[in-house]
């Protein structure tokens, strides 16, 4: 009975021990990537940063521009106001309140066309780096890869981001 005993007793460890193993072999290994540090130093994030500047430089120089215009519009009513007519000074201001509308519109546009190109331009960029993260997460066997933001504490050892900047560098082909 003692021999049965020991024999069940051994058959169950031993039948955990290996099952455990077996779980263990199928866990696949884990990666984060972190998208800003992409954004900051991968060729196609630093192509879309300059295009996103470009464009706000140039939106902001036509705002200055009408600014300028509207500065000067100001400084002419207020020099010339004690030697016009009362009509003529109306009509002065009521053009003055128009090109503050135009400028007020025109800059409203501008922040949302700007957004939109940003948030355009960014998600375009993010759907290419998650595409090579999938790439190289079904290359190199990785059952899991995340975004920094998504993780609260992950070792080094586990961040893809070289690799994912690397890839993306190496297809880049200079086109946004």
């Known amino acids: 009975m003692k021999?049965?005993?020991?024999?069940?007793?051994?058959?169950i460890v031993c039948l955990l021990t290996f099952t455990a193993q077996s779980f263990g072999a199928?866990?696949?290994?884990?990666?984060?990537?972190?998208?800003?540090?992409?954004?900051m130093e991968s060729e196609a994030g630093r192509a879309v940063q300059a295009r996103i500047q470009e464009e706000g430089r140039s939106m902001e120089s036509d705002l200055r521009k009408i600014g300028g215009e509207?500065?000067?519009m100001m400084?002419?009513?207020q020099r010339d106001s004690m030697v016009m007519s009362a009509e003529r000074r109306e009509q002065q201001q009521q053009a003055l309140?128009?090109?503050?509308?135009?400028?007020q519109s025109?800059?409203?546009?501008?922040?949302?066309?700007?957004?939109?190109?940003e948030i355009r331009m960014v998600e375009k960029l993010q759907n290419e780096v998650f595409g090579i993260a999938e790439a190289i997460g079904k290359q190199e066997g990785y059952l899991l890869i995340i975004e920094r933001g998504a993780a609260v504490y992950y070792p080094s050892t586990i961040d893809v981001t070289d690799r994912v900047i690397h890839a993306y560098n190496e297809q880049f082909d200079g086109n946004l």
């Open 3 to 11: 021999k049965a005993l020991l024999i069940f007793f051994c058959s």
């Open 26 to 39: 199928d866990a696949g290994r884990i990666g984060v990537i972190d998208f800003q540090r992409i954004l």
């Open 70 to 72: 509207i500065e000067s």
């Open 75 to 77: 400084q002419q009513l």
């Open 97 to 103: 309140e128009m090109r503050r509308y135009d400028f």
């Open 106 to 117: 025109m800059q409203r546009k501008y922040q949302s066309e700007f957004r939109e190109m």
